[in-house]
């Protein structure tokens, strides 16, 4: 029996991957954030090939930018969403994109061989993040 080769998307690897680590319909919160860098980075790959202005050197770079975002994301952001609040119920919350664009330029100053050009490309390259993760947030289970 032949088996005929299957046209590699994310949304296989992911929910192949995802798939694989659930048990009883749990995921460990490690897996989590592994799920999360992974999916990271390889937005982020892709956020390298199709936007310009966005450089990453490596695959490596992208994983520690992965990682870099991760952290700011967790640590910073709230801080700074709770500092604009004001600013952003205004805006009606539009104002939360320009902190994650200013996150991801933190980041891309922080690492070296991770460049944004400008404004523009910050924002496409976070807006792609964001859509990947959207889009594994709803193939993973709840606890």
Same mark, same amino acid.
């Given at each position: 029996?032949?088996?005929?080769?299957?046209? /590699?998307?994310?949304?296989?690897?992911? $929910? =192949?991957?995802?798939?694989?680590?659930? &048990?009883?319909?749990?995921?460990? %919160?490690?897996?989590?954030?592994?799920?999360? +860098?992974?999916?990271?980075?390889? #937005?982020?790959?892709?956020?390298? &090939?199709?936007?310009?202005?966005?450089? @990453?050197?490596?695959?490596?770079? #992208?994983?520690?930018?992965? =990682?870099?975002?991760? =952290?700011?994301?967790? /640590? +910073?952001?709230?801080? *700074?969403?709770? *500092?604009?609040?004001?600013?952003? !119920?205004? $805006?009606?919350?539009? /104002? @939360?994109? +320009?902190?994650?664009?200013?996150? /991801?330029? $933190?980041?891309?100053?922080? !690492?070296?061989?991770?460049?944004?050009?400008?404004?523009?490309? #910050?924002? !496409?390259?976070?807006?792609?993040?964001?859509?990947? %993760? !959207?889009?594994?947030?709803?193939?993973?289970?709840?606890?």
């Amino acid at each position: 029996m032949t088996r005929t080769p299957e046209r /590699f998307s994310l949304k296989t690897f992911v $929910t =192949v991957y995802v798939q694989a680590s659930i &048990e009883d319909g749990m995921m460990s %919160h490690m897996t989590r954030i592994i799920v999360y +860098v992974a999916t990271s980075a390889l #937005a982020l790959l892709i956020a390298n &090939e199709i936007i310009p202005g966005l450089t @990453i050197d490596t695959w490596q770079t #992208a994983v520690f930018a992965a =990682v870099v975002l991760g =952290v700011l994301n967790s /640590f +910073v952001k709230p801080i *700074l969403i709770l *500092l604009t609040l004001p600013i952003t !119920l205004i $805006t009606l919350g539009l /104002f @939360i994109l +320009v902190i994650n664009v200013l996150l /991801f330029m $933190t980041a891309a100053w922080l !690492l070296p061989g991770f460049a944004v050009a400008g404004f523009v490309p #910050a924002a !496409l390259g976070t807006i792609l993040v964001s859509v990947v %993760h !959207l889009f594994v947030g709803k193939t993973q289970k709840a606890d």
